[in-house]
């Protein structure tokens, strides 16, 4: 252990389970698209399932007293709903479906990446940005199809002179389209420098305990490790929080266009 | 889901048809307590710890600021104004920047409401 170098990146590696096959290219190696069953798609499936498997069996009782499980899943209910209606109103319900899958996964799959030799789906900025893009398209796409042309109102603040106009069109338009990046770098940074940061001080342990009588010092970085380790479970929910909290936001401003 | 409804059950036969028949008022006041509770879960909200503050407002201004220089330079890629759309665009990106932090701010703000009884400052400007 002391001769292998730690490395904090390693655990963010995608390794292959099972391959499915290489489509397209012309037979050269590296041509082609490469599918695979990986790390990363076992752990959404993990995800995935633990969530199903929550919800079924929390709420396949339906009794008028519920039991600690079943108040489990009433609670994400309630607590996602209540989000959803005092950020984007009562209309905004119909995307309640997706507000509450987007903060299950995300929340379940940073929890999931607190357990020692777990992959963290959301330290991928692909896996990020995919759902940030989900997003912003749910946005763009509704907005255009329930407003039409009055969806570009919301470039357009009201009560700016004719001459100030044409300035702070160009800046709302880059503030707009600044949203699915600023979205996914957020969730996706945060995790990826809490789980570095968790294995520099881990790894600081183990180097310090390999260094002989030194070893005693081991315990400052111990404690930082375990003081960070609660952060992070912190962190973890409070991200996914954070990222159904702005979709909420942004889908208000698709039903509700116009400051 | 705090609804006092141990309260009715105490005594039942008796208790049991007076349970259904303010149900409608026991709705009514739920619904708005909702409300209500729809104040105190958005104070609640505001105290997100100072690194995912401070983390939300750093990559607002960011994010601007990547998409604005982008947007520039692949406008400079296709038209002959190079580099002018990526100055531009660059700057606009930065005042996009500061919006953006500038909104994220007063939505925390507006989270952690000041209460409505606190006295008001005195207006030092002479206008």
């Known amino acids: ?259 | 889901m705090s609804e006092p409804r141990d309260d009715n059950r105490s005594e039942t036969g008796s208790g049991a048809p007076k349970v259904t028949s303010d149900l409608g008022a026991r709705i009514a006041r739920a619904r708005g307590q909702r409300a209500a509770e729809a104040v105190t879960e958005q104070t609640r909200q505001g105290d997100m710890s100072g690194m995912s503050r401070g983390f939300r407002l750093a990559s607002e201004f960011v994010a601007a600021i990547l998409v604005g220089a982008g947007l520039g330079y692949i406008i400079d890629m296709f038209l002959p104004t190079r580099p002018w759309a990526t100055v531009v665009l660059l700057l606009l990106g930065f005042a996009a920047g500061v919006l953006n932090v500038v909104r994220a701010t007063a939505d925390m703000n507006a989270a952690t409401a000041v209460p409505e009884d606190t006295p008001a400052l005195r207006d030092d400007e002479d206008d």
């Open chain 1, 1 to 259: 252990m002391a001769e292998k170098p730690i490395e904090p990146i390693h655990q963010f590696r995608i390794n292959d389970i099972f391959n499915i096959g290489n489509f397209g290219g012309d037979g050269t190696p590296g041509s082609g698209v490469h599918i695979a069953f990986t790390n990363s798609a076992l752990f959404m499936v993990l995800t995935v399932g633990l969530i199903a498997a929550f919800l079924i069996l929390g709420s396949n009782r339906r009794a008028i007293v519920p039991n600690r499980l079943q108040l489990m899943t009433e609670m994400s209910y309630e607590f996602i709903a209540n989000m959803v209606r005092n950020t984007a109103g009562t209309e905004g319900m119909k995307f309640f479906p997706m507000v509450f899958s987007l903060f299950m996964f995300i929340l379940v799959a940073n929890l999931f990446g607190m357990f020692p030799y777990f992959f963290t789906v959301t330290s991928h900025l692909i896996v990020t940005v995919c759902m940030a893009l989900l997003v912003f398209f749910t946005v763009v796409i509704y907005g255009f199809w329930k407003n039409g042309l009055k969806f570009f109102k919301l470039f357009v603040p009201s009560g700016i002179p004719w001459f100030i106009i044409w300035l702070v069109v160009p800046i709302e338009i880059i503030s707009f389209l600044s949203r699915p990046l600023s979205h996914s770098l957020r969730l996706w940074g945060n995790i990826l420098a809490g789980h570095i940061v968790l294995k520099v001080f881990g790894g600081m342990v183990v180097a310090l305990l390999a260094a002989g009588a030194w070893g005693v010092v081991a315990i400052l970085p111990l404690g930082m490790a375990v003081a960070l380790t609660g952060l992070e479970v912190l962190v973890a929910a409070l991200q996914a929080f954070v990222f159904a909290v702005l979709t909420c936001v942004y889908l208000n401003d698709a039903i509700h266009p116009g400051h």
